[in-house]
């Protein structure tokens, strides 16, 4: 069975940082991509990340871009989301999903369509 596990949410100040986690198993890691979604009241879940950890190729849509930062310990099967300078806009449900590898360099990997598998989410909050 599929697992994946966020953590690391919590409260932060505007201009803070916070460094999410998802832990995963029941996959061959290297052969998916491994995406971070968020999703705020009243709004669709919106992709922020994605990694192939065959390669460490990423994906970024503008909205993070040059903030956030993906990783991956192939070791550990767990994918990593640095958030810096944060903003209460950033303020949503995180969610981690595990999809086809063939689109992680691509827009297409921001879809929330095509990923099976999902984590319970993580909460991050960021006030002004």
């Known amino acids: 069975e599929v697992q994946l596990q966020a953590s690391g949410g919590g409260l932060v100040q505007a201009g803070g940082s916070l460094r999410l986690s998802c832990a995963t198993s029941?996959?061959?890691?290297?052969?998916?991509?491994i995406a971070w979604f968020r999703q705020a009241p009243g709004k669709e879940r919106e992709g922020v990340s994605c990694?192939?950890?065959?390669?460490?190729?990423?994906y970024y849509p503008d909205s993070v871009k040059g903030r956030f930062t993906i990783s991956s310990d192939n070791a550990k099967n767990t994918v990593y989301l640095q958030m810096n300078n944060l903003k209460p806009e950033d303020t949503a449900v995180y969610y981690c999903?595990?999809?086809?590898?063939?689109?992680?360099?691509?827009?297409?990997?921001?879809?929330?369509?095509?990923?099976?598998?999902w984590g319970q989410g993580t909460l991050v909050t960021v006030s002004s």
């Open positions: 999903a595990v999809g086809d590898r063939v689109v992680a360099a691509t827009p297409l990997s921001m879809r929330p369509r095509g990923y099976d598998a």
């Open positions: 029941g996959f061959t890691f290297d052969d998916y991509a």
């Open positions: 990694i192939r950890p065959s390669d460490g190729i990423t």
